[in-house]
């Protein structure tokens, strides 16, 4: 079941791609740093890619309060 909680933490994990996506494209982190903050992002993707995996595609309504 999906609740307004699952949509916050998406946005969270959105925001911090977005925090590291800046970071790394300033160049100004040293490569020790990169590879972290890309460890990191590779981590959010995936749960990212888990938490709004489709499946076979149905459509279902959600239950709002």
């Known amino acids: 079941k999906f ?3 699952d949509s916050d933490d998406i946005q969270s994990k959105i925001d911090r791609l977005e ?3 800046e970071r790394l ?3 100004e982190v ?3 740093t990169a590879k972290d903050l890309r460890e990191e992002a590779d981590d959010h993707l995936r749960e990212l890619r888990d938490e709004l995996d489709v499946g076979d595609g149905d ?3 959600l239950e709002t309060e």
């Open 3 to 5: 609740d307004m909680s």
């Open 25 to 27: 494209e300033n160049g």
């Open 19 to 21: 925090t590291i996506a």
């Open 59 to 61: 459509i279902v309504e």
């Open 30 to 32: 040293d490569l020790a």
